[in-house]
């Protein structure tokens, strides 16, 4: 796997933390949880090497 | 508080599901192995790392058939599932994989030549993950694939992809396109490695003509055709005259634009010594304004937006409500690379090729694609290579 590539999955790796922090931390809003979700799903699909 | 937590379970369960269902198809398709049975003129197989040592291990790899005659002569390779969305170009492929014999000269068979675009699928335009085609033993069960490599082998895109060696600005999305990498390199991006292996197999084994196996939209005017570059114009006008005039289906000659790079029947021929030809039959399903992206548009290619357009002059091809069936498509193909064969033969007679066993336009018409597909299950497992 080129180096580019590791990085992109890094990166992949840190917004997941970043969206399940602020779906942790969220408090008010529904619809913001279920967007932190949604948005989560190409990313955990992508370092699980599924798509 | 508790309110929240348990809506944060809730919604975690569902988008989960979602995922988990989601996900679990999509890695069946990608891990699901077509079973392709060698026939009887197969004589070596070999994979396109042979060619590139840096494709082994990757999903790029892919099998290469040699069909090697009694009789020295010409050597011609094929090449399908370059757009592995394209899939008639490999169910012709495969007939020739399955049954051809050769008496003299060389055929070369690169069925999965994208191996990774066949793994590939595009959900957000709701592409079916595999189809199925009949045969006199039930059915054979094929993956459709994308137009381009998938993001998992090849990743990230470049904002703009800069092709090698010429330096023309192509769109980003043609790093994964395997007919805008050509001629490649050893080193490049893994695409880039495919056509190079593919460029080492023409030069190492000396091939005399390579055709790449496509599909186009019946409302794009490079459809229905032979793209061909100047020093193959001759026999791909002869081939389009011939199989007009004796199998009476329309295939015009498209001239290659010297000006745009990284397409197989540009750079193959300005690279080394073979004549490219690339084929395009017509495929609706590909074209943007359809109903639904579903296997029977896939396979019958009918559909009744394009019928409307076709009445209003739109499509570059005639379209009927018989629409555009995969048994057409099909015999197209095996029926002009049959006839280019031909055609090179009488013109180089020191490298003739002679195929037998190969069905032409009309018996695959008459017959159905399936007709000529062996059952796995009843083959020499020796014979059977998953691809």
């Known amino acids: ?51 | 508080m508790r309110r929240i937590i348990i809506i944060k379970i809730l919604l975690s369960a569902v988008i989960a599901a979602i995922m988990i269902n989601g996900g679990i198809e999509l890695y069946k398709h990608r891990h699901f192995q077509l079973p392709i049975v060698a026939g009887p003129g197969i004589t070596k197989v070999k994979k396109l790392s042979d060619y590139c040592e840096s494709l082994k291990g990757t999903m790029a790899d892919t099998y290469v058939f040699f069909l090697e005659g009694k009789e020295e002569g010409g050597k011609m390779l094929i090449m399908s599932n370059t757009h592995a969305n394209e899939p008639a170009a490999l169910l012709a492929v495969l007939i020739f994989l399955e049954n051809a014999t050769v008496e003299k000269g060389t055929l070369i068979i690169i069925p999965q030549f994208n191996q990774s675009a066949s793994r590939n699928t595009r959900p957000g335009d709701g592409y079916p993950l595999y189809f199925e085609i009949p045969t006199d033993w039930g059915s054979k069960k094929f993956r459709m694939g994308n137009r381009d490599a998938s993001w998992l082998d090849q990743w990230p895109d470049p904002d703009v992809y800069i092709h090698y060696p010429d330096r023309q600005l192509l769109s980003f999305i043609d790093t994964r396109n395997t007919n805008r990498t050509w001629p490649g390199r050893p080193n490049g991006p893994l695409m880039e490695r495919v056509t190079y292996a593919a460029m080492q197999i023409i030069r190492e084994e000396k091939v005399d003509v390579a055709v790449d196996v496509h599909g186009a939209e019946t409302m794009f005017p490079v459809t229905n055709c032979i793209v061909a570059p100047e020093k193959s114009m001759r026999i791909a006008t002869m081939t389009t005259l011939t199989v007009k005039a004796q199998e009476k289906f329309d295939n015009h000659v498209e001239p290659s634009p010297s000006g745009f790079r990284g397409l197989s029947h540009r750079e193959i021929g300005d690279f080394s010594d073979a004549m490219p030809f690339l084929l395009e039959a017509p495929i609706p399903f590909l074209d943007q304004p359809t109903g639904p992206k579903t296997v029977e548009l896939l396979l019958d290619g009918k559909d009744p937006f394009l019928l409307s357009l076709s009445k209003k002059g739109k499509l570059f091809v005639p379209y009927d409500e018989t629409g555009w069936p995969m048994d057409k498509r099909v015999g197209q193909h095996t029926s002009v690379i049959l006839e280019l064969m031909r055609q090179f033969s009488r013109k180089f007679p020191e490298k003739a090729l002679q195929v037998q066993n190969v069905p032409k336009y009309a018996e695959v018409v008459k017959n159905g694609v399936g007709y000529y597909y062996h059952d796995p299950d009843e083959s020499d497992k020796k014979s059977i290579y998953l691809n």
Do not use: A, G
């Not at chain 1, 580019?4 to 619809?31: C, G, R």
């Not at chain 1, 699909?45 to 798509?51: A, G, P």
């Open chain 1, 1 to 51: 796997m080129p180096l580019i590539m590791i990085l992109y999955y890094v990166i992949s790796v840190y917004l997941i933390v970043l969206l399940l922090w602020n779906f942790i931390k969220e408090k008010k809003s529904v619809n913001d949880m279920v967007l932190y979700l949604l948005v989560l799903i190409p990313l955990i699909l992508r370092i699980l090497r599924v798509k």
